[in-house]
């Protein structure tokens, strides 16, 4: 063989090595061989448990390693707010609804057994929450919640002021009486004539009463009557009670005038009761009668007027007193009236002057103090008012016995001159009357 081929084989020779080489660095590496297995001295049912070889490694040859997976550690949430809700006593308030923003609102939450609650999520400014229970006023508070820590709420309900009170009419319990606070019914008496109105806040407040079958006829009574002004403080009671008259009395009677039935005549009447003065005008219907119910007990003052054709007005009056469960019939007659027409003597320049007809009063009357003249308030049936001249008139005056009393001073002054002169007034006729001052 020559030297080229001695070398071409010794090349072919190598290549092969080669690659024997790569081929055996990169395939996998063949098995442990397994174990020897150890006899030991066994009974004879012992089975043998033949050992077993371990996984053959993964292959890593040219990949990068890849850590395991480790699962994230959950952190705790903290939530925006935590509060408890009790009552000024200290008690926690169960079932309270929780609201971001005003009592209208939707509920987000209620308060648990322990009168606590918590809210998850808040607004970030600006938050304000309201707590509501039907036993108690509701409550608004406004708070900034912390960026890592709750918000700490502790929230007290008030149960609100309380006004309680009984109606008595007549001395006797009023049951369904209607009680009214700022127009608005909030309460009804029961058989015992007791009331109570609940969940107030502090502050004043006007009470009305209005009873279920009102007895009152023409003007409404007194507001004193049926109004209360009441000072409410939250968590403290208030009183108001109404003990009115029982308002059953009865006035009634005829108008005549002329001997005959009147319709039209003015009726106006008035009870001066413990409560205050109670004021009543009505008229005559076709008969001349009239009737008016529902009074309460006390004097009574009842007038009846009549409006003549000339436009000259005739009155007649009455007292007396009214008792409860009474029926008082009162007539008033109006005869033909006689005139008089009179002159006054003896006024100073700037001097102003009254005439009085008195019927009843003594008929020799001297010079008069204020408080004498005071005392014939109760005689009085006209006053008329004297002219610079010194004249005055009565157009329609009923017949009878009187004293014309004049009176006269200068205005503003307390100093006065009086005069007077009796005389008897005849039906239909004219009579004249000249009065003299001292």
């Not at 092969?16 to 150890?38: E, K, M, S």
């Not at 407040?205 to 409404?220: I, K, Q, R, T």
């Not at 007659?333 to 003896?346: L, W």
């Amino acid at each position: 063989m020559n030297s080229r081929t001695i070398m071409a084989g010794m090349l072919v020779l190598l290549m092969i090595a080669g690659a024997a080489v790569i081929f055996l660095g990169t395939r996998d590496p063949a098995p442990l061989p397994p174990a020897p297995v150890v006899n030991k001295s066994a009974e004879p049912d012992e089975k043998k448990i033949p050992a077993v070889s371990p996984p053959p490694a993964a292959p890593t040859a040219g990949k990068r390693p890849v850590l395991p997976r480790q699962t994230p550690r959950m952190l705790k949430e903290v939530p925006a707010v935590e509060g408890m809700v009790s009552d000024r006593t200290g008690a926690l308030i169960a079932g309270a609804s929780v609201r971001v923003g005003t009592a209208e609102s939707p509920e987000i939450t209620r308060t648990g057994p322990d009168g606590r609650f918590t809210l998850a999520e808040v607004p970030e400014a600006g938050c304000k929450l309201t707590i509501t229970h039907p036993d108690y006023l509701p409550r608004t508070v406004a708070f900034t919640p912390g960026p890592k820590k709750p918000a700490q709420l502790a929230i007290t309900l008030s149960v609100g002021g309380e006004i309680t009170g009984t109606v008595l009419r007549g001395g006797r319990p009023e049951p369904h009486a209607r009680l009214f606070l700022e127009g608005v019914e909030r309460a009804q008496t029961d058989a015992e004539g007791r009331y109570a109105i609940r969940g107030l806040v502090s502050g004043s407040f006007v009470l009305h009463l209005e009873l279920a079958d009102s007895p009152y006829e023409g003007s409404p009574p007194p507001a004193s009557w049926l109004s209360r002004k009441v000072e409410v403080v939250e968590d403290e009671p208030s009183t108001a009670d109404f003990h009115i008259p029982a308002c059953d009395g009865i006035v009634e009677g005829f108008v005549l005038f002329e001997g005959r039935p009147l319709a039209q005549a003015g009726i106006t009447l008035q009870v001066a009761c413990n409560l205050g003065h109670y004021n009543v005008r009505v008229e005559t219907v076709t008969d001349g009668s009239y009737h008016i119910a529902g009074l309460p007990d006390g004097p009574v003052t009842v007038q009846a007027s009549v409006q003549l054709a000339n436009g000259v007005a005739r009155y007649k009056s009455a007292q007396f007193e009214l008792h409860e469960h009474e029926t008082v019939r009162q007539d008033f007659d109006f005869p033909m009236a006689g005139r008089v027409q009179g002159e006054v003597r003896g006024l100073r320049d700037g001097e102003q002057a009254s005439v009085l007809a008195l019927r009843g009063a003594p008929q020799s009357l001297g010079a008069m103090t204020a408080e004498q003249m005071l005392k014939l308030h109760e005689y009085v049936v006209a006053n008329e008012e004297v002219a610079s001249d010194g004249s005055f008139a009565f157009e329609a005056i009923d017949p009878g016995d009187y004293v014309f009393m004049v009176t006269a001073g200068q205005p503003g002054s307390a100093e006065f001159r009086s005069g007077f002169q009796p005389a008897n007034v005849v039906a239909g006729d004219d009579v004249s009357v000249r009065i003299i001052l001292r």
